[in-house]
């Protein structure tokens, strides 16, 4: 089985404390996956890693079956492999100056040649794929605003669209819900699991509610104080269990975020398959 991401014996130390402290973690392509703790367990200090937005102190890490880095020394490679990547911020990373359809596109950067993306000049395929994704994910009629008009949600909505745009592989979302109303929240969570099944993207999300983990990810990786401490099934993820993995800390793992009533919502992808080509 081919595995979307590895990491070996990974470790990172800050000023304060130790952030990871070695962590060994396998996902196989086409999981769906939550990296779930609470505040300050190492979730988006890990995920920064795999592609490679922060170096280690020791370990190693591969993408795709390509090696990142290796004790802190990022592969010569490493813009091969970021190219494949889609990285969902929490704070959605648009720039705000700029219409929608702009910051879609950004995602073709990696595919268009130089001279016209020092320009941002894009084909009108390009162009074209940019508004299939944003009517993919329901924020069509927003594509020639500019990105500080939108609301959480559909910023969020619009980095989606990005990834899609851009084709990638593997998709690193670091609590991309943490802002949002409960609403938007299932309809980001509802379009991760729908790009995950559809087109088979990887996707690992970083949560600190267990409910929307339960709900969206057959699988949990659960961190605590940079370690591993729990990586299984979401189904078993009992308020028992986490009791004992995290203690007086677990309460924050179910905070409330509207999460109580996680019916199914339909949020449908109508992209064409050219968009991941």
């Not at 996956?33 to 367990?41: I, K, T």
């Not at 079956?65 to 020394?73: F, N, P």
């Not at 073709?108 to 993306?117: A, D, G, I, K, V």
Request: charged share 20%.
């Amino acid at each position: 089985m081919t595995h979307a991401v590895v990491t070996r014996k990974l470790s990172k130390s800050f000023a304060c404390c130790k952030a990871l402290d070695q962590i060994s973690i396998e996902v196989s392509e086409g999981e769906m996956v939550a990296l779930l703790g609470a505040s300050g367990s190492g979730k988006s200090t890990l995920l920064r890693h795999i592609p490679g937005f922060v170096t280690s102190d020791s370990g190693e890490i591969e993408v795709l079956g390509q090696t990142v880095q290796s004790d802190g020394k990022l592969s010569p490679r490493i813009q091969q492999v970021r190219n494949r990547i889609g990285f969902v911020f929490q704070q959605f990373n648009l720039v705000n100056r700029l219409p929608v359809i702009t910051n879609v596109l950004i995602g073709q950067l990696f595919h268009t040649p130089w001279w016209r993306s020092l320009f941002m000049r894009f084909s009108v395929e390009q162009r074209q794929k940019a508004l299939e994704a944003l009517a993919s994910v329901g924020i069509e009629q927003t594509a020639w605003q500019r990105a500080s008009t939108l609301s959480g949600g559909q910023q969020q909505r619009a980095a989606l669209a990005r990834c899609l745009v851009q084709g990638a592989r593997l998709i690193l979302a670091d609590e991309p819900i943490a802002s949002l109303d409960p609403e938007s929240s299932r309809k980001v969570m509802e379009l991760l699991k729908e790009m995950n099944q559809k087109y088979r993207c990887t996707v690992l999300v970083s949560l600190h509610q267990v409910e929307f983990a339960v709900r969206y990810c057959p699988r949990t990786i659960a961190l605590h104080a940079g370690r591993v401490v729990y990586d299984g099934p979401s189904s078993a993820l009992t308020p028992e269990l986490l009791a004992e993995l995290y203690g007086s800390s677990a309460h924050e793992l179910f905070a409330s975020h509207g999460a109580s009533d996680l019916r199914p919502q339909t949020v449908s992808l109508s992209l064409g398959a050219t968009a991941l080509a």
